[in-house]
């Protein structure tokens, strides 16, 4: 089977950085992806990792450890609309490469 | 502006009743996928259509129903829905089965 696994919910404050882990099991693995969701919004696309190593855009990078099974999201000089939900998903092979989300991460940004 | 226009916003709807939530893409895409939703748990995936062609069912009750009339228009049928299924439903498209996605603001849906 398949599963991930992301802290249910961190804080921060305005101006500094925050990491989000996500670690996963999947019966075979196409790579790992980032989304951000808002309070009654739609999710959104942030980041895709299919290789191991850091991908940066903007303030967010993201990372992935295929040995470690591992990836996180890092949110640099955190914004209060950074306020949001994040959501790791993997592409399981063994699932004809469906996506499959973590429950999500609720971060809250303080002044 | 999402690129993906979903119709009701809201909706309410009794165990008897029968309702559609629809969906439009206007990015191009080929494939588009019904995502559920509900509080404190990960977004599920229900239907995948492919070029039209319905390439997942995700082990959904048969209360649900999608349609996919063309690459840019995705129905889901409800009838006869319990309350359980109250939730965000939401859909999505991407250019090809392995694309990032794109999704709706979706429908919240109320079963009473």
């Known amino acids: 089977g398949q599963s991930l696994e992301q802290p249910s919910e961190v804080t921060a404050v305005e101006g500094a950085i925050v990491q989000i882990n996500c670690t996963y099991q999947t019966s075979g693995f196409y790579g790992l992806s980032w989304y951000q969701q808002h309070d009654g919004g739609a999710p959104t696309f942030l980041s895709y990792n299919g290789l191991d190593g850091l991908e940066e855009t903007g303030r967010f990078s993201s990372f992935l450890s295929r040995s470690d099974s591992y990836g996180y999201l890092l949110l640099q000089e955190l914004q209060m609309k950074d306020s949001a939900s994040y959501f790791c998903?993997?592409?399981?092979?063994?699932?004809?490469?469906?996506?499959?989300f973590g429950q999500g991460t609720e971060l809250s940004v303080k002044p | 502006e999402t690129g993906v226009t979903q119709t009701p916003r809201h909706l309410v709807m009794g165990m008897t009743n029968k309702k559609s939530l629809k969906c439009e893409q206007h990015l191009g895409h080929n494939a588009m996928y019904w995502y559920k939703q509900s509080a404190k748990k990960p977004l599920e995936l229900m239907f995948v259509?492919?070029?039209?062609?319905?390439?997942e069912n995700n082990s959904v009750p048969s209360r649900f129903s999608p349609e996919c009339p063309n690459s840019s228009h995705l129905f889901l049928h409800l009838h006869t829905l319990q309350p359980e299924d109250s939730a965000l439903y939401l859909c999505?498209?991407?250019?090809?089965?392995?694309?990032?996605?794109?999704f709706g603001n979706g429908t919240r849906l109320t079963v009473t």
């Open positions: 999505a498209s991407s250019q090809e089965v392995n694309s990032p996605l794109h």
């Open positions: 998903a993997v592409r399981d092979r063994g699932q004809g490469g469906k996506l499959i």
């Open positions: 259509y492919n070029f039209k062609e319905q390439t």
